[in-house]
T-cell receptor
Framework: NAGVTQTPKFQVLKTGQSMTLQCAQD?????MYWYRQDPGMGLRLIYY???????DKGEVPNGYNVSRLNKREFSLRLESAAPSQTSVYFC????????????FGSGTQLSVL | AQSVTQLDSQVPVFEEAPVELRCNYS??????LFWYVQYPNQGLQLLLK??????LVKGINGFEAEFNKSQTSFHLRKPSVHISDTAEYFC???????????????FGKGTSLLVTP
């Protein structure tokens, strides 16, 4: 019963490098989300996928792209990393509906030098 | 979109003392409210949620919260805290009118609860 799995757990990049953060859930959830967490800022929504086949921008989408590969997987890509993207990234999923709880992964700590 | 304000960034408290973590949200006729907890180096876990009905909601680990529509507040309380309650606590709101957002949660900035002996 893995829940939401994120890889990698830690990553260090140089400015301008690209990378993809992977997220997979095994709960047959319809909706998936990417948040970033910065000290004193709480969690801010980057992108979300309300259902398989759809993706939309959240509050802070600049510099990121996403792919909902299938119902299980939702990846986040940094095409050209910047120091401002140093953060902890969380993937989350929920079955559907506003009242359902979010299940979170354990996070990816990303440093961009 | 709904916004959430957590009035205290840090709350220090002694073990076995009561605690209240405050949360206010911007006014709307239709919201769901949540409290999540984040222990060090972990993801977030749901403590409790308010969808409708009784305004006093009980959650895990002895926490409870009260929804106050007139004051647009959803404060979290525990009558007696333990060392193990030391964590970051996040209030969140889901705007029922904004289905285009996938009902994504808007989170407050968090309150760091530090329980000391």
């Amino acid at each position: 019963n893995a829940g939401v799995t994120q890889t990698p757990k830690f990553q260090v990049l140089k400015t301008g490098q690209s990378m993809t953060l992977q997220c997979a859930q095994d709960m047959n959830h319809n909706s998936m989300y990417w948040y970033r967490q910065d000290p004193g800022m709480g969690l801010r929504l980057i992108y979300y996928s309300a259902s398989e086949g759809t993706t939309d921008k959240g509050e802070v989408p600049n510099g990121y792209n996403v792919s909902r590969l299938n119902k299980r997987e939702f990846s986040l890509r940094l095409e050209s990393a910047a120091p401002s993207q140093t953060s902890v990234y969380f993937c989350a999923s929920r079955l559907t509906g506003a009242g359902e709880k979010l299940f979170f992964g354990s996070g990816t700590q990303l440093s961009v030098l | 979109a709904q916004s959430v304000t957590q009035l205290d960034s840090q709350v220090p408290v002694f073990e076995e003392a009561p605690v209240e973590l405050r949360c206010n949200y911007s006014s709307s006729v239709s919201v769901y409210l949540f409290w999540y907890v984040q222990y060090p180096n972990q993801g977030l876990q749901l403590l409790l949620k308010y969808l409708s009905g009784s305004t006093l909601v009980k959650g895990i680990n002895g926490f409870e919260a009260e929804f106050n529509k007139s004051q647009t507040s959803f404060h979290l309380r525990k009558p007696s805290v333990h060392i193990s309650d030391t964590a970051e606590y996040f209030c969140a709101v889901s705007d029922l009118k904004n289905s285009n957002s996938g009902y994504a949660l808007n989170f407050g900035k968090g309150t760091s609860l530090l329980v000391t002996p």
